[in-house]
T-cell receptor
Framework: AQTVTQSQPEMSVQEAETVTLSCTYD???????LFWYKQPPSRQMILVIR??????QNATENRFSVNFQKAAKSFSLKISDSQLGDAAMYFC????????????FGAGTILRVKS | KAGVTQTPRYLIKTRGQQVTLSCSPI?????VSWYQQTPGQGLQFLFE???????NKGNFPGRFSGRQFSNSRSEMNVSTLELGDSALYLC????????????FGPGTRLTVL
């Protein structure tokens, strides 16, 4: 069974608009960490945002915010005021003791930004 | 602080050869993890080293091995290369081997002919 699922292989957004990328995960733990990483064409993996499961408050980093629904095991990323530089592959990742503390990645979502 | 560095950035090898990739973590980070990224399999965990000890290993054949030195730098070795080993190999460092954030290097693109 897939541990981390990103159901949207590809998304498009108009510049300055808002887009939400979806991610669901499977775990039996109550304490774990979730991440969104961005991989532009350069292939450098860049941390976008991190969420600790024990924190109820949704993480925010400038134009990037998450909607963390622990009971539903859902962790979506919202990008506001989209910019051309946001175009990249976005990976959702889980890290917890259940999987030996390694990062477990989803398949990724390609985000295209139209000008 | 300087980020994670990986050398070389690009490598072309032929089947049967072996290859060594190097990773220098962010200063002060003691944990180094390796991932393989391919179009077909996505991102897969290879192994993690902390304080020169392998802490975790992914589901890869024994041809894939690694080590970590006392300065936290890590090397990954692949012996008897196969065409399917062509991939982007990413190294990530973190403060320790718990759930701290992992920061990635630029990767090494390996092509096996």
């Amino acid at each position: 069974a897939q541990t981390v699922t990103q159901s949207q292989p590809e998304m498009s957004v108009q510049e300055a608009e808002t887009v939400t990328l979806s991610c669901t995960y499977d775990t039996s733990e109550s304490d774990y960490y979730l991440f969104w990483y961005k991989q532009p064409p350069s292939r450098q993996m860049i941390l976008v945002i991190r969420q600790e499961a024990y924190k109820q408050q949704n993480a925010t980093e400038n134009r990037f915010s998450v909607n963390f629904q622990k009971a539903a095991k859902s962790f979506s990323l919202k990008i506001s005021d989209s910019q051309l530089g946001d175009a990249a592959m976005y990976f959702c990742a889980y890290r917890g003791m259940e999987y030996g503390n390694k990062l477990v990645f989803g398949a990724g979502t390609i985000l295209r930004v139209k000008s | 602080k300087a980020g994670v560095t990986q050398t070389p950035r690009y490598l072309i090898k032929t089947r049967g050869q072996q290859v060594t990739l190097s990773c220098s973590p962010i200063s002060g980070h003691r944990s180094v993890s390796w991932y393989q990224q391919t179009p077909g399999q996505g991102l897969q965990f290879l192994f993690e080293y902390f304080s020169e000890t392998q802490r975790n290993k992914g589901n890869f054949p024994g041809r894939f091995s690694g080590r970590q030195f006392s300065n936290s730098r890590s090397e990954m070795n692949v012996s008897t290369l196969e065409l399917g080993d062509s991939a982007l190999y990413l190294c990530a460092s973190s403060l320790d081997s718990t759930t701290n954030t992992q920061y990635f290097g630029p990767g090494t693109r390996l092509t096996v002919l």
